[in-house]
C-alpha cells in the first residue's frame, strides 16, 4: 500500500504561481511513477504531468505545458508540481496518483487538493 496526500492548494490571482506537493508513505515510493491530475467542476479528469520513478522522464499535457513543471525527490517521498503563470481555466482539484510502470494503471491516489485561479 501506498498512501498519498496533497497538500499546498489555495487560491491564487492570474498570472502567480504556486507549487503544491504530494507525500507518500508505505511502500518503497521509488518504486512507482506519480501522475498529476486535475478534475474541475462538471469536467472529466485529465492527467497534467507525469513523472517517471526516478524522476528522468517528465510529460506534460499541452494545456500546461511550458507553464507547469514536475519533479520528486524520493528521499523525502515526495514529489512537487510548480504551477507557474496560473489561468483561471486551471482552477480545479488536482490529484497525485502513483502507478508501478510508466503506462501503467494507477493504483493509488491521494484526496485531492484544490487549486482556485481567480481572474
Known amino acids: 500500500q501506498v498512501q498519498l496526500v496533497e497538500s499546498g492548494g489555495g487560491l491564487v490571482q492570474a498570472g502567480d504561481s504556486l507549487s503544491i506537493s504530494c507525500a507518500a508513505s508505505?511502500?518503497?515510493?521509488?518504486?512507482?511513477?506519480v501522475g498529476w491530475f486535475r478534475q474541475a467542476p462538471g469536467k472529466e479528469r485529465e492527467v497534467v504531468a507525469r513523472?517517471?520513478?526516478?524522476?528522468?522522464?517528465?510529460s506534460y499535457a499541452d494545456a500546461v505545458k511550458g507553464r507547469f513543471t514536475v519533479s520528486r525527490d524520493n528521499n523525502k517521498n515526495t514529489v512537487y508540481l510548480q504551477m507557474d503563470s496560473l489561468k483561471p481555466e486551471d482552477t480545479a482539484v488536482y490529484y497525485c496518483?502513483?502507478?508501478?510502470?510508466?503506462?501503467?494503471?494507477?493504483?493509488?491516489w491521494g484526496q485531492g487538493t484544490q487549486v482556485t485561479v481567480s481572474s
Open positions: 513523472i517517471s520513478r526516478s524522476g528522468d522522464r517528465t
Open positions: 496518483a502513483a502507478s508501478r510502470a510508466w503506462f501503467g494503471e494507477y493504483d493509488y
Open positions: 508505505g511502500r518503497t515510493f521509488s518504486n512507482y511513477a
